[in-house]
């Protein structure tokens, strides 16, 4: 490929120069990685846990196409190139989480005292396994065979140590399950669960899953999908002086999308009600609507001290990390309006 670049602008190339334009797309394709990865930052602080193990996943993945890649000569720039792009992306992924991890550890500021001993930890590792590296290179790992054999199994031993770390380590911000498992522990058994408490309950593999406990709320789709834009004035006059929007829908789950300013308490306020009005006992003559509105009373009554004893427990509710999670403006609600109202004149 790279000769047939040079052929294309009129030189006749080299051995040299192909080689030299063949390892610039290589590692070209690690800017490439790196570039797209930094699109996704949002996500990475929703669920950093989950991203660090991704960007060790990605890593050993790239890593494993350079080993083999001179077992295929004739694809040796695009699996070599394929390798860079996946370690770019894991390069991006493992810093961008590093800050939201080593935050939950923080106290009384004291950050960066925290990043020094990170790296000095991570330099002591790497130095053992430089030298770990080497005397396996020169043993077991001088045959191809060899590290076909080692080097998988040193990789599960890296990717089960990360999940180990990442269940271990405790995160205080507030994301969609997080909030959810919070919710559900406060409704069914009245107690409100510490970052410590909740650590080993997350599912790192499959973070969206839905908590019945926690009223089944799906949070963050676009508020088209999730209500009919004639319905989101009448939907959002039911609860007027808050940030969220719950559906009154008779599925299995209840959609919520918030403002576009919106904080960690005002999704709180909104799983709660969810979450009570699911336990509300249904009647002949009740609705979702009437379940809503009577669980929001409760909400109001529960919600002051509530706060406060999940804040005392170390958790952050000045943000609420939805990812890429779907919000509604003032515009959004001027337009439901508007159609409403146009529906309202269409029946006279």
Known sequence: MP???LANAGLRPTPAQATAVSWILKDGMQHVGKLIC???GARMDSEPKRWRILADVLYDLGTGLEVLSPLCPHLFLEMAGLGNFAKGMATVAARAT???IYSSFAKEGNLSDLFAKGEAISTLFNVVGLGAGIQLASTVCSTMQGKMVVGPVLSILHIYSVVEEMRAAPINTLNPQRTAMIVADFVKRGK???????RYQEDLLFPGRLIEDAG??????AIRKAFKPSKLHELKEMFPDEKFI???????????????????EDAL??????????????????SNGTNFKEAYKQMNNLFPKFVSELKTKGWHTDRFLDGTGSRFGSDTLMEGFLQQKLRTLTDL
């Open 3 to 5: 000769k047939f670049a």
């Open 38 to 40: 930094s699109n996704l």
């Open 98 to 100: 590093r800050l939201p």
């Open 192 to 198: 409100i669960s510490s970052p410590a408490d909740l």
């Open 216 to 221: 089944s709320v799906k949070v963050g789709r």
């Open 246 to 264: 719950l559906s009154c829908s008779t599925g299995k789950s209840t959609d919520m999308v918030l403002a576009q300013n919106a904080t960690g």
């Open 269 to 286: 306020k909104g799983w709660i009600v969810a979450a009570l009005a699911a336990n509300i006992e249904p009647s002949v003559n009740s």
